[in-house]
């Protein structure tokens, strides 16, 4: 029951946030506009959507295999990461006020889930380059997924919380019905390099890139993922190390993701006989 709760009020505040989001950086006109040529928006992005849907299914139908190999491979890197940046964790946890604990837990919970829905989203109800900068973003995710899989798989990697009698697990602690999401989705032996944060910093990336098209939604997607990505470790669930590594896999992943996207839509083009336009034109690098 307390799954059902949890899962159910994170589902219908990321549906709300998205909806106020895409009213306030997209427009009502232009949402309504949207609706008109839905269909022909799919058909676009599906060569993009219809893989990522399938990679993100196929993580989750074959975490408990990936967990059993992970453990019999047994390759324990927490105590390097320990080694590497000591107490990070619990100083950062000490100087937080405690006052906070609710703002991060659910930017953690809720936040997350909220970027990586109202991303694509708005993109996909904008007008001109929207829709290239959603293919960009699924490349992103799909890179990002694929790269924590494979590192996920590899290395046994507990964080600060099941690693440190300094560190508290403060979002479990507090509000222990998160653990049920949370164990649901990931093993607490995935926090190598964290996905929140590298998929938040994707979102980030491409907000960037996307900003003046999206001059609303770039300050709206830094602001939600620099909290998410701070609550990674003030929670206890990460270390300082796994941020790192996310945010150089979140941008490197967008800058993949752009020459993916460049060099399929180039091929698209020339096999429709040029009939999109200028395949050379870089329309992501504003």
């Given amino acids: 029951m307390a799954l059902l709760e949890v899962t159910a ?4 505040s990321v549906v709300a ?14 949402v309504s506009r949207a609706m008109t040529d839905v ?8 060569p993009y959507l219809g893989p990522a849907l399938a ?5 989750q139908l074959t975490q408990g295999y990936r967990l059993r190999l992970s453990r019999a491979l047994d390759w324990d890197i927490t105590d390097a990461l320990y080694a590497l940046e000591g107490g990070f964790v619990a100083a950062l946890q000490d100087l937080t006020p405690e006052a906070t604990l609710e703002f991060f837990t659910v930017s953690y919970m809720i936040g997350f889930a909220f970027l990586l829905v109202a991303a694509p989203v708005t993109y996909f109800l904008s007008p001109g380059q929207g829709r290239r900068h959603l293919k960009e973003l699924l490349v992103a995710y799909m890179l990002n997924y694929a790269v924590g ?13 099941n690693h440190l009698e300094t560190v508290s697990g403060l979002m479990y602690r507090a509000y222990p019905q998160t653990q ?8 607490n032996t995935n926090v190598f390099p964290s996905l929140h944060t590298s998929l938040s910093v994707a979102v980030v990336a491409v907000a960037w890139r996307s900003r003046r098209t999206h001059p609303r939604w770039t300050p709206v997607a830094a602001a939600v993922a620099a909290a998410v990505v701070f609550s990674t470790m003030y929670l206890g669930i990460h270390w300082l190390s796994d941020v790192v590594a996310g945010v150089a896999l979140g941008v490197v992943s967008v800058a993949v993701a752009a020459r993916i996207v460049d060099r399929a839509e180039s091929s698209s083009v020339a096999a429709h ?7 050379t034109v870089r329309t992501g690098d504003d």
Avoid at 17 to 30: D, F, I, K, N, S
Avoid at 180 to 187: C, G, H, M, P, R
């Fill in 149 to 161: 899989t494979v590192c996920y798989t590899l290395f046994i990697s507990y964080g600060p919380r």
């Fill in 17 to 30: 946030g998205t909806a106020v989001t895409a009213l306030l950086c997209v427009g009502p006109r232009q």
């Fill in 39 to 46: 269909d022909d928006r799919v058909r676009e992005v599906a």
């Fill in 55 to 59: 990679l993100l299914a196929a993580k």
């Fill in 273 to 279: 006989g040029g009939e999109r336009g200028d395949p």
């Fill in 9 to 12: 009020a994170t589902g219908l």
């Fill in 180 to 187: 049920d999401l949370t164990a649901a989705v990931a093993s």
